[in-house]
Structure formats: structure tokens, C-alpha cells
């Protein structure tokens, strides 16, 4: 059985702008990747070339084997994509139908709409809808087909925390019954709570790729924030397992994974502190210090 | 377990067409004006005078008729593709479409479909005004052949509709389909008989693809200027060149989203 995405070195320009460079990346039956990176990193194109939503530069992308326009292939995939609309004339329930027609062996439209969690709005027109409930509108119709391979964009985009949480939990529930996931994300704990699988692209470039646990063992987990009583510099720092150090203010912050070698090789280095914290790090921030480190 | 690699195509194009004819029907700037207009034009140009026949015997009505009819189809594939593509497009329905398993020229017969019946639709009930309120009396065959020709002839409408959606944007579509489809309506002398239009533009008029494309009804009345084959080159020739300007603005478009 051929892998359900298999892109060999997808490389894209517009114009001058190298939006990626060389992405190999094979997503085999059953798993869910997260292609993760900042606004701006790749992903949207990544997604589209996969889909043959727009062409390579340079390099291939095959869907089920097959070049990603055939009608075979599409047939097997449902896709969110970010920018993207739908009539505003019909129903939330006339679209899922709609869209059900497209494919051969669909979900019933409830339960698609139920996926989604709209079943309160499945007689709404999909122009009176909010921004929120829109996106999960897109998100049955990925789903309603019941592909083999979903394609998701940036998912959760615009959603509001309690929407996040439900979107999510319908992910996991469809991975859980063997769909083949790939979604963009700029959020490292979606992607933690998702994925088999992390890619985490900057600038157009793949920085890394491997499993969340040895995505999360790679960025520093730990903030530490004190007042040196003694001159410091980048010099006081060196050879230590420190990233994004800041010292401004009389005051320094830095991101480590190992705190207490850090502070004992500070202690030995003569640094007097003061007002120590060491607290966790925002996921958040230490992803970006990943991204901005390449 | 053998589950069909991809759905009917048929079963694609009947959920397509009826999505089309909801969302056409459900938007009144597409009902109002494919249905209505040419009736309240009809009621302002044609009925006062629906009850005189000219010179050679034809009924005035049936020829007024004939040429609202001819204004209400042009009317459903100039407005509908013009403003209904521009639109999509502006709405970026067309990204998810491309996405989708439905093959791009399932959705565009779907559209045209759904305008031949709009245009149906639009005849029938201006005819159907005009025997009842005009009193307006043909034998059922010269309607019938009207009706048959004025849809089969629409290719370079459609195509003209497509072209304009696809070269103006969302904003801009309603009014470019208004100046170029009102005008030339007008100088085809489909409003008011060419006879009674000024000198320059009886002899624009037979330059014009609405001229030639209401022949087909006319002459359906024996009031045609011209033979059936004269009027089908006219509209051949129209048709090739919207298209190839459809084409053209289409292909910028694609370059523009999905190089």
C-alpha cells in the first residue's frame, strides 16, 4: 500500500520568496502529523502543494500513489483549508449534503454535523454563522466524506476555548479510528496533544522532525529569571545549556532544560543572584526559540 | 469489501444543480431580476401596443414577446455567470472547490444547468403573462420552437457571463454586466423595434451577438432580417470569442491562485 503522502524535496517560489525549500515528508496509514511553525513558515503551502492545490517548483508530492489531482485520490481525503469559503445561501445541513455527494461512501450527514458540534445550527444558513462556528462548518465538511486522509489547516484557528476543546477531541476521535491526519498548526501543545509526529518548519526549511517527546526533550522547558549582584555577560554564560538569554535592566532571563546545571555552574562561575525564579516555560515561548535559533 | 473508488458523477451533478437552483433562487438580485424584470419591462414597452400587428400580418405582442424572451435569457447567463463567478471567486468558494473531489467541469455544468432552467423558467412566465394579460395568441408549436431556440442559441451569453466574471471582481461585476448587457440589448432592438431606434444604431444592430441571437425568435414568427444559418454563424463567431476571452481571464486567475 503506498503512503498516504509522499513529497520528495517540495520546493515552491513566488517570485523571489523561497516559501519552502525541499520538504520530504511521508505520512504512512493511521498517523497523525503536525506540520508546526510560526505564521508565515511554510505550512499553508506544504498543504497545498500536497493537495495539488498549487505546483511545485521543484520537487514531487503523490497522494495515495497517485499525482494529487486525480479524482481517485481527492476522493480519499477531506480538507480544511484556511483560506477558503462556502456560499452563504444554504444551510449548514444543504452544504454537509452537498458535499457528501462528492464522495462514495459517506458519513450521514448528522453525524458529520455532530463532529463538528453544530447540531444546534444544522438549519442555519451558513452566512449567519459566526467566525467560530464557520470554521467547524469547514470541519464537516473535511469529515463528511469520511476519508481515508484528512488534511487540516490550521484547524482551530479562531476558535474560542470551549469550540478548541470539542474540534480537538473530534480529531482525536477520528485518529483513534485509523484516519491518516496531516494539520498545520502554530500552537506546539496542539500539536503535543494530537500528533504522532511533529514537523516543524521555519521559513520554508524542516528544522526538525520527530515525535513529540523528543520534540518537547529539544526546547527548553524551564524559565530562569534573576538579579545578578555581579557584572555579567554573554561570556558569564558560556558552554552553558542556555537559550534566548536576555540581560537588560540589571535583570537576566533565560530558557534551559537543565536548571540546576546551569545554576551550579553559575554558583562555581562566582555569579552572586538575587530574586531567583525558576518556573516552566511557556511551550509556546521555548518552541519559538527553537524556530528562531535555525 | 470493494467501496467504488469515487463517487457518481451523475449523483455529483444533481447535488450540484440543486445547491445552484437554491442558492439562485434564495438570492433575490438573481430571482428577482432573471424572473421579474422582463415582465415589468414587457408591462411598460410591450402591453400597450401587444394588440396591433404590423404591416405583414405579425402580431406585435408575439414580437415584443420574442424579444423580452431573448432579453430574459441573455439577462439569466449575463448576470448570473458574470456576478455569480465574480462573486465566488471573491468568496474564495473556488480554493475548497479545488480541493474537493468534484471534477471543475461537473461544477460548471452544474451552472450553466441551473441558468438553462432559470431561463426556461423566465420564458415560460413571460409568455404565460403575456397570453394572459396581453391576450397575446400564437399556436403552441411557435412558442415551443421560441422557447427550444432561445435556450439552445445562449452558448455566447453564457460565455460572455463567464468572461465578465471571471475579468471583474465581486464590487465591480454587477455594474460592468449592467453596462455592457443593457446597451447592447438596446441597440439589438429588443426593447424597442429597430425600425423606431435612430439611424446609427439600425445600422450598428447587425453587428451585435443580441441582434442575431433574437433572429432566432423572430424568425420563428416570420418577422426575422435574416436566414436561421446566417444567425447561428453570427452567434458561432460571438460564442468563440467570448469564450476565448473566458478562457483567457480564467487562465489569469489560475495563475494568479493555484501556480
Redesign the interface.
Known amino acids: 500500500m503506498p503512503p498516504v503522502v509522499e513529497a520528495r524535496g517540495l520546493t515552491k517560489r513566488f517570485g523571489d520568496v523561497e516559501a519552502l525549500t525541499g520538504l520530504d515528508l511521508v505520512a504512512e496509514p493511521g498517523q497523525v502529523t503536525a506540520l508546526l511553525g510560526p505564521n508565515g513558515a511554510g505550512k499553508t503551502t506544504s498543504i497545498a502543494l500536497m493537495?495539488g492545490?498549487?505546483?511545485p517548483t521543484a520537487g514531487q508530492a503523490l497522494l495515495f500513489g497517485l499525482d494529487p489531482d486525480d479524482?481517485?485520490a481527492?476522493?480519499r481525503?477531506g480538507?480544511m483549508?484556511q483560506?477558503?469559503?462556502?456560499?452563504?445561501?444554504?444551510t449548514v445541513r444543504?452544504?454537509v449534503?452537498?458535499?457528501r455527494?462528492?464522495?462514495?461512501?459517506p458519513l450521514p450527514a448528522a453525524r458529520a454535523i455532530a463532529l463538528a458540534g453544530l447540531d444546534a445550527r444544522a438549519d442555519a444558513r451558513a452566512g449567519t454563522l459566526s467566525g467560530g462556528e464557520r470554521q467547524r462548518l469547514?470541519f464537516a465538511?473535511a469529515v463528511c466524506?469520511d476519508p481515508e486522509a484528512l488534511?487540516l489547516d490550521e484547524p482551530t484557528v479562531g476558535m474560542d476555548v470551549e469550540t478548541r476543546r470539542g474540534v480537538l477531541e473530534s480529531i482525536r476521535a477520528l485518529s483513534a479510528t485509523g484516519k491518516t491526519i496531516v494539520l498545520t498548526t502554530h500552537y506546539l501543545e496542539e500539536a503535543d496533544q494530537l500528533a504522532h509526529r511533529i514537523v516543524v518548519i521555519d521559513r520554508g526549511v524542516v528544522i526538525a522532525d520527530a515525535t513529540p517527546r523528543e520534540i518537547k526533550s529539544r526546547i527548553p522547558s524551564k524559565r530562569i529569571n534573576f538579579r545578578p549582584e555581579t557584572a555579567v555577560g554573554d561570556t558569564t554564560f558560556r558552554g552553558l545549556p542556555v537559550q534566548n538569554l536576555e540581560i537588560a535592566d540589571h535583570r537576566v532571563h533565560l530558557l534551559s532544560n537543565e536548571p540546576e546545571v546551569v545554576l551550579q555552574a553559575l554558583f562555581e562561575r562566582g555569579v552572586v543572584l538575587r530574586d531567583l525564579e525558576v518556573t516552566g516555560a511557556d511551550l509556546e515561548e521555548a518552541f519559538l526559540s527553537l524556530t528562531r535559533r535555525a | 469489501m470493494t467501496t467504488p473508488a469515487a463517487a457518481p458523477l451523475l449523483k455529483m451533478l444533481l447535488a450540484q444543480t440543486r445547491s445552484e437552483l437554491l442558492i439562485r433562487w434564495r438570492v433575490p438580485a438573481f430571482s428577482v431580476t432573471n424572473l421579474v424584470l422582463p415582465i415589468v419591462f414587457f408591462i411598460f414597452f410591450g402591453l400597450p401596443i401587444a394588440h396591433l400587428r404590423s404591416g405583414d400580418g405579425v402580431s406585435i405582442g408575439a414580437y415584443l414577446l420574442a424579444s423580452f424572451g431573448a432579453y430574459a435569457v441573455g439577462n439569466v447567463m449575463v448576470y448570473g455567470f458574470g456576478i455569480g463567478v465574480a462573486n465566488e471567486r471573491g468568496m474564495k468558494i473556488d480554493r475548497l472547490m479545488r480541493a474537493s473531489p468534484l471534477p471543475p467541469f461537473v461544477f460548471m455544468l452544474a451552472k450553466v444547468v441551473t441558468a438553462l432552467l432559470f431561463a426556461l423558467l423566465a420564458l415560460v412566465l413571460l409568455i404565460g403573462f403575456g397570453i394572459v394579460a396581453g391576450g397575446i395568441r400564437e399556436p403552441p408549436a411557435v412558442w415551443a420552437t421560441i422557447i427550444t431556440r432561445l435556450l439552445a442559441g445562449s452558448l455566447p451569453f453564457i460565455a460572455l457571463g463567464f468572461a465578465i466574471g471571471y475579468w471583474s471582481g465581486p464590487n465591480a461585476a454587477p455594474a460592468v454586466a449592467n453596462l455592457v448587457y443593457l446597451p447592447l440589448s438596446f441597440a439589438s432592438g429588443l426593447f424597442v423595434p429597430l425600425s423606431q431606434l435612430p439611424d446609427f444604431v439600425q445600422r450598428l444592430a447587425p453587428y451585435l451577438p443580441s441582434y442575431h441571437y433574437a433572429q432566432l425568435a423572430w424568425s420563428a414568427l416570420g418577422a426575422g432580417h435574416e436566414s436561421l444559418g446566417e444567425s447561428l454563424l453570427w452567434l458561432g463567431g460571438y460564442s468563440a470569442l467570448f469564450l476565448t476571452l473566458a478562457v483567457r481571464f480564467y487562465r489569469r486567475e489560475e495563475r494568479a491562485k493555484f501556480a
Open positions: 493537495l492545490l498549487r505546483r479524482r481517485r481527492r476522493s481525503c480538507v483549508l483560506e477558503s469559503g462556502t456560499t452563504g445561501m444554504l444543504e452544504i449534503n452537498l458535499f455527494a462528492y464522495y462514495p461512501s469547514y465538511l466524506g488534511f
